[in-house]
């Protein structure tokens, strides 16, 4: 190995420095401009479109009219860092090639995928109801957690495909949030 695990991490710690500076001195930044309203297309008269801005309280007032997206999506996030955190570690298959330590850090990969995949195909399934991906995501925490306990799934694949499932309702729930 050429880095210990430790060093590895030491030397991750670059990526944030050079987001930071990609941010803050690559990118360039949109400036506000004055829009001009126009009547009949003839710029008589120039106002400015002002943005008001929200206090505090109109911003609480708004939680209400989200609370149908807030709910089934903490709930999806809940159950998925149930699982991921909780659940992972408990499942194990013995006298197979993957060693328990191998076969946790397969199920985040394979999790991952499932997230990029749906995060990735957002144009192409499109979900309107979310709150089904909270349920559906609470029948992986009942089916994963039944396996914790009793073991009685015979195969890692099917452990697989139900994680890789999950990740594609995590991933699907956040994208299709609007």
Aim: hydrophobic fraction near 50%; include cysteine; glycine fraction near 6%.
């Amino acid at each position: 190995m050429v880095l210990s695990i430790e060093n590895t991490l030491l030397v991750m710690l670059i990526v944030p420095v050079l987001e930071a500076i990609a941010f803050w001195c690559i990118l360039k930044h949109p400036v506000h401009t004055r829009i001009p309203i126009t009547k009949d297309g003839i710029n008589s008269q120039e106002q400015i479109v002002k943005v008001s801005k929200k206090s505090f309280r109109d911003k609480i007032n708004l939680v209400p009219g989200l609370m149908k997206y807030m709910i089934p999506l903490g709930l999806v996030y809940l159950f998925e860092y149930f699982i991921n955190q909780g659940l992972y570690e408990l499942i194990e298959y013995d006298d197979i090639w993957l060693t328990h330590a191998e076969q946790y850090r397969w199920l985040q990969v394979d999790y991952q995928i499932g997230v990029f995949i749906s995060r990735s195909s957002v144009n192409l399934v499109s979900v309107n109801k979310i709150w089904i991906m909270s349920v559906l995501q609470f029948i992986n925490v009942i089916i994963l957690l039944f396996e914790a306990i009793y073991y009685y799934i015979p195969y890692i694949w099917i452990v697989f495909i139900i994680v890789l499932w999950e990740g594609l309702l995590g991933g699907g729930a956040y994208v299709n949030t609007r």
